[in-house]
């Protein structure tokens, strides 16, 4: 087998190993979900995440095309992946639709997993954990280390807590 081909199995491999089964969040109202992540980060961490400008389309935009990652996942058992940034999808190289089907765990490294799932358990105590670091791997396996990210709950309008989410911008590629 050649090189080329190598590499085209390997990505495959990868993305398959991503994609562990389909959830649909093509229907999902992004406008609304920016807002609750908004609201909650405020809420839980005591500050604004951007300077809201009163138009939730316009907090998207500045959300969804800012230079920091910004990402979510659902309240499930084992949360998938339900919202990132164009700078999030960048990062880990994956489609909207790839992304979006991704369980959130399979975005760190196997050995590194547990850790990330204390963490996760202790921003649900807490509301929110700040300076969180790991290690990350991309859908092309480029792994990276992320510093001082912040985690917090989601909540919707009504006070129901619909998942995690996380910011950071801190990023180095090893």
Same mark, same amino acid.
Not at 33 to 62: N, T
Not at 101 to 111: G, H, Q, V, Y
């Given at each position: &087998?050649?090189?080329?081909?190598?590499?085209?199995?390997?990505?495959? &491999?990868? %993305?398959?190993?991503?994609?562990?089964?389909? %959830?649909?969040?093509?229907? &999902?109202?992004?406008?609304? @979900?920016?807002? @609750?992540?908004?609201?909650?980060?405020?809420?839980? %961490?005591?500050?604004?995440?951007?300077?809201?400008?009163?138009? &939730?389309?316009?907090?998207?935009? /500045?959300?969804?095309?800012?230079?920091?990652?910004?990402?979510? @996942?659902?309240?499930?058992? *084992?949360?998938?992946? !339900?919202?990132?940034?164009?700078?999030?999808? !960048?990062?880990?190289?994956?489609?909207?639709?790839?992304?979006?089907? +991704?369980?959130?765990?399979? +975005?760190?490294?196997? *050995?590194?997993?547990?850790?990330?799932?204390?963490?996760?358990? /202790?921003?649900?105590?807490?509301?929110?954990? *700040?300076?969180?670091?790991?290690?990350?791997?991309?859908?092309?396996?480029?792994?990276?280390?992320?510093?001082?990210?912040? /985690?917090?709950? %989601?909540? !919707?309008?009504?006070? *129901?807590?619909?998942?995690?989410?996380?910011?950071?911008?801190?990023?180095?590629?090893?």
């Amino acid at each position: &087998m050649c090189k080329i081909q190598i590499e085209v199995q390997k990505k495959s &491999m990868l %993305v398959y190993y991503f994609k562990q089964y389909i %959830v649909s969040f093509a229907n &999902m109202d992004k406008l609304l @979900h920016v807002k @609750h992540l908004l609201d909650s980060y405020e809420s839980f %961490v005591k500050q604004d995440l951007i300077e809201r400008s009163g138009d &939730m389309k316009i907090d998207f935009e /500045i959300i969804n095309n800012s230079s920091f990652i910004v990402v979510s @996942h659902n309240g499930a058992i *084992d949360p998938v992946l !339900n919202f990132g940034n164009k700078s999030a999808l !960048n990062l880990w190289e994956l489609s909207w639709e790839d992304f979006t089907s +991704t369980p959130s765990r399979k +975005t760190a490294e196997l *050995d590194l997993r547990e850790k990330r799932q204390e963490m996760l358990l /202790i921003a649900e105590k807490n509301g929110f954990f *700040d300076d969180y670091e790991g290690i990350r791997v991309s859908s092309s396996g480029k792994r990276f280390k992320i510093k001082q990210a912040v /985690i917090w709950n %989601v909540v !919707n309008g009504k006070g *129901d807590k619909i998942g995690q989410a996380a910011t950071f911008s801190n990023i180095k590629f090893l």
